[in-house]
Antibody
């Protein structure tokens, strides 16, 4: 079955750029109808959708974060990535990569295990 | 886009049924059938339980069911079991072409 695994630094300094990668295994990132997404969960539990990338490279971002985020895809490596610039303590969260399926009612049917990112000097 | 509104906690005894509500607006839950529900155990990733309002995800028990009425979605769990104790989140597609989540409901099995 398809598995997702996040990787990247667990500690980022304020004003720097947070960079995470999600590796897709057990299936192809070029699978039609799959939109590769990033979602974060704050320490207080709330979830926030960040954005997604399609294998073609087209993207769609949360307007509240749009000016600071870039999501890209590397089909040769079966990976997609998130860059979030100018981070502050408010960006401290568990970051999940997830698959959004259009044939599952636009729901997130597969999630990575999540990676905790702390923004602190 | 504001988060969907869920009760902070619900509880029930084994064998009983409980319902978790999720209130949105006419721009999300009231506009689309793209409501989904997720179960999250401590330290784990969320798991898709329900999609398209009422469709159970693969290998999800038929004790879980979903519905909507107006701007409110509901998740019902019947025949409560100890393993159902977890946090539950609702989500909806919105008219802004984004996805919004509820604040989460902690289910305690007494």
């Amino acid at each position: 079955q398809v598995l997702l695994q996040e990787s990247g630094p667990g500690l980022v300094k304020p004003s720097q750029t947070l960079s995470l990668t999600c590796t897709v295994s057990g299936g192809s990132i070029t699978s039609g109808g799959s939109y590769w997404s990033w979602i974060r969960q704050y320490p207080g539990k709330g979830l926030e959708w960040i954005g997604y990338v399609y294998y073609s490279g087209s993207t769609h971002y949360n307007p509240s974060l749009k000016s600071r985020i870039t999501i890209s895809v590397d089909t040769s490596e079966n990976q997609f990535s998130l860059k979030l610039s100018s981070v502050t303590g408010a960006d401290t969260a568990v970051y999940y990569c997830a698959r959004l399926r259009s044939d599952y009612g636009d729901s997130f049917d597969i999630w990575g295990q999540g990676t905790m990112v702390t923004v602190s000097s | 886009q504001s988060a969907l509104t869920q009760p902070a906690s619900v509880s029930g005894s084994p064998g009983q049924s409980i319902t978790i509500s999720c209130t949105g607006t006419s721009s999300d839950i009231g506009a689309y059938n793209y409501v989904s529900w997720y179960q999250q155990h401590p330290g784990k990733a969320p798991k898709l339980m329900i999609y398209n309002v009422s469709n159970r995800a693969s290998r999800v028990s038929n004790r879980f069911s979903g519905s909507t009425s107006g701007n409110t979605a509901s998740l019902t769990i019947s025949g409560l079991q100890a393993e159902d104790e977890a946090d539950y989140y609702c989500s909806s597609y919105t008219s802004s072409s984004t996805w919004v989540f509820g604040g989460g409901t902690k289910l305690t099995v007494l």
